[in-house]
């Protein structure tokens, strides 16, 4: 089991490339950042966390303009979305910027979706609440057309177009794998239907978990081996917004038990010093056999 780490890149917090050559060098295996568009000022939607929405929520640089820099000065950490806000994008904007971020990279990219869950952003980009499973569905399935066909099309609900070339393709064939976030059974049966993987939030009884997508998975004929898993947010803000708990390793040891291929252990928005005291507390876990 890889451990990597989660972050909101913003304007105030650890510069992104200075974190990410901290976790390179600490030999982490991945960084894998977030995204918000905007924040509407009606704030009409209840954060799913409870109470006010957290300051970084406001300032989340874009995940491929960010990640772009990260990849310029890394050479071996893995970059990805956790999560890209797909029903908010545009689907050749979008499959360009995979494909781009992963040729750059040199095939470095993890691809973790989501449909939101902020109904008055999603609003703004013209999408309806009720609507975006189905269109980040569509999206999904579009993108894949134009990484993997010469002249790739797609006719749908929401996304319809005829064949269309679209390069660079990714480097990682058939493409990036594509990790989607959520806890139903609905959600599992997506990412069995058209995805590469499950991007749960943690902390969670994985052992249950993995047992849930086994059942669907076998269900509908899809072999559990093409399906990877990542747990992400595995720590927990204790005082203010600089200190971090550190994960209990008998966690991460049921969670390698379960099968989960990789946990995200996420990162402060805060400045250097407090960023690297919370990466200092989790080296005893680095270089661990998680298996």
């Known amino acids: 089991m890889d451990i990597g780490a989660f972050f909101f890149p913003t304007d105030y917090s650890i510069e ?26 009606s704030r009409k939607t209840p954060w799913p966390g409870g109470g006010e929405l957290p300051k970084e929520y406001y300032h989340t640089y874009d995940p491929f303009v960010g990640l772009s820099f990260v990849a310029a000065v890394t050479k071996t950490l893995k970059i990805g979305t956790s999560i890209c806000l797909v029903p908010q994008r545009d ?9 781009s971020l992963d040729s750059l990279s040199g095939g470095r990219f993890i691809f973790g979706i989501g449909a939101g869950w902020n109904a008055d952003e999603m609003e703004n980009h013209g999408v309806a609440h009720k609507s975006r499973f189905k269109i980040m569905r569509e999206t999904i399935l579009a993108a894949k057309q134009l990484w993997t066909e010469e002249q790739g099309e797609f006719h749908g609900e929401f996304i ?32 069995v239907e058209y995805c590469d993987g499950w991007l749960p939030i943690g902390p969670l009884n994985m052992a249950k978990g993995m047992a849930r997508l086994r059942h669907i998975a076998d269900a509908a004929g899809r072999d559990m081996a093409t399906l990877q898993t990542t747990v992400f947010q595995m720590s927990v803000l204790v005082t203010g917004e600089s200190h971090f708990t550190a994960p209990d390793k008998a966690a991460l040891e049921a969670y390698a038990e379960a099968g989960v291929n990789r946990v995200l252990l996420q990162i402060p928005t805060a400045g250097r010093d407090a960023c690297r005291k919370t990466l200092d507390s989790y080296m005893p876990l680095i270089g661990q056999k998680f298996a």
């Open 16 to 41: 992104l490339t200075e974190l990410a050559l901290e976790l390179e060098g600490r030999g982490f295996e991945s960084l894998m950042v977030c995204e918000h568009s905007h924040i509407p000022a």
């Open 91 to 99: 689907p050749f904007n979008l499959a360009k910027s995979v494909a």
């Open 160 to 191: 319809d177009f005829d064949p269309a070339f679209s390069a660079p393709k990714p480097v990682q064939k058939p493409h990036p794998p594509i990790l989607l976030g959520g806890y139903s059974d609905h959600t599992l049966s997506r990412v």
